[in-house]
Nanobody
Framework: QVQLVESGGGLVQPGGSLSLSCAPSESIFSFSMMGWYRQTPGKERDMVAVIYGSGSTGYGDSVKGRFTISRDGAKNTMDLRMNDLKSEDTAVYYC?????????WGHGTQVTVSS
């Protein structure tokens, strides 16, 4: 059973920056894909950013140019750097990982963008 532990959420003002980290219980390089998703009450969970085993990345339209997903082999984390945050970025952010035909989720971390 793979475990994913998120960290880095919190309160930030509009225009500010925040970084999230996801620490899996296995090597980050063992996953076919890892990513960040977010969800607000009453809405579906949406893809924010993904990174594949090859290192290629993908982003949701609303975060392109503002968010950057990466992997840190030394720390064994998958990270999300969020710049120019907007109120509409407020959500619970979930780490996701896919390995050997199974999909895993973290418990989520709250990001609130507010003045």
């Amino acid at each position: 059973q793979v475990q994913l532990v998120e960290s880095g959420g919190g309160l930030v003002q509009p225009g500010g920056s925040l970084s999230l980290s996801c620490a899996p219980s296995e090597s980050i390089f063992s996953f076919s894909m890892m990513g960040w998703y977010r969800q607000t009450p009453g809405k579906e969970r949406d893809m924010v950013a993904v990174i594949y085993g090859s290192g290629s990345t993908g982003y949701g339209d609303s975060v392109k140019g503002r968010f950057t997903i990466s992997r840190d082999g030394a720390k064994n984390t998958m990270d999300l750097r969020m710049n120019d945050l907007k109120s509409e970025d407020t959500a619970v952010y979930y780490c996701n990982a896919y390995i050997k035909g199974s999909n895993y989720w973290g418990h989520g971390t709250q990001v609130t963008v507010s003045s």
